[in-house]
Structure formats: C-alpha cells, structure tokens
C-alpha cells in the first residue's frame, strides 16, 4: 500500500482514453502539452494513443505524486468540467462562484475558460486543496 493519496483514479484514466485521441486521459493526469498535442494528432495518429493504454497506470502513479488531496475531489471536478465545462458548474463546485456564474452566463468565456482548465484545473484543485507537493 501507498503512502501517497490516490488523487486520480485509473477507471476515471481508463475511461477517458476510450476519447483518448483527443487526449483528454492526458489532460486529466496533468500533462497538457501532450493532450492538447493529442487532441491536434488524433492521439499521434492513433499510435500514441494505444501505446497510452499501457501507460495509464505511470501516469496515474505520477499524478497521485504530484497533485495534493483534499476536500475538493479531482475525479468529480474533472467529470464536471468533462460534461458541464460550458456552465461553470466545476468552477462551482470548487467554490469559485463568480467565475462559475460568469461560465453559465457566457458559455464557459466562449469555450476559451473552458480549454483554459483543461489545461490548468489539476494545478487549480491542488492549489484549492493545500501547498503544492514537490
């Protein structure tokens, strides 16, 4: 058994690599710059993608390491930030409010806030929940 918290969950990874291609897996492990290469590539032209499949439990080993647990639950904000981005509603959840209300009124800053947390809401949860680990 691990010391460090279980921040990120595998089925959550595992799940989200079905739309691997887009490279939403990688955002939610915390590894922007590939996801968002990923999503331009469809997953290197699939190759990286299923490659991705055996790599899933380093990455999800590598976030636990990096990001601080707490109150605010990665798994929930990233399903909310997956599925209801637009309204703000993970925004919310993480006690953001005016942001959040700020998203629902202008379609998540017109999809712009919404790819700004793609790449940035494991960092922001982190911050939320306590000092960052090294």
């Known amino acids: 058994m691990s010391a460090t918290p279980d921040t990120h969950s595998k089925v959550i990874g595992y799940l989200l690599w079905l739309f691997g291609f887009t490279g939403s897996h990688r955002f939610y492990y915390g590894r922007p710059i590939t996801g968002t290469i990923w999503f331009f590539t469809f997953g290197l032209f699939f190759i990286g993608w299923i490659i991705d499949l055996f790599l899933i439990p380093s990455m999800d080993d590598a976030a636990d390491q990096r990001y601080r647990s707490g109150g605010i639950d990665y798994n929930v904000a990233w399903i909310l930030l997956t599925f209801l981005g637009v309204f703000g509603v993970h925004r919310m959840y993480m006690g953001k409010w005016i942001t959040g209300l700020l998203y629902l009124l202008t379609g998540g ?8 947390d793609f790449w940035t809401l494991n960092s922001q949860i982190s911050e939320r929940n306590g000092p960052q680990r090294i």
């Open 109 to 116: 800053l017109f999809l712009i806030g919404v790819l700004y």
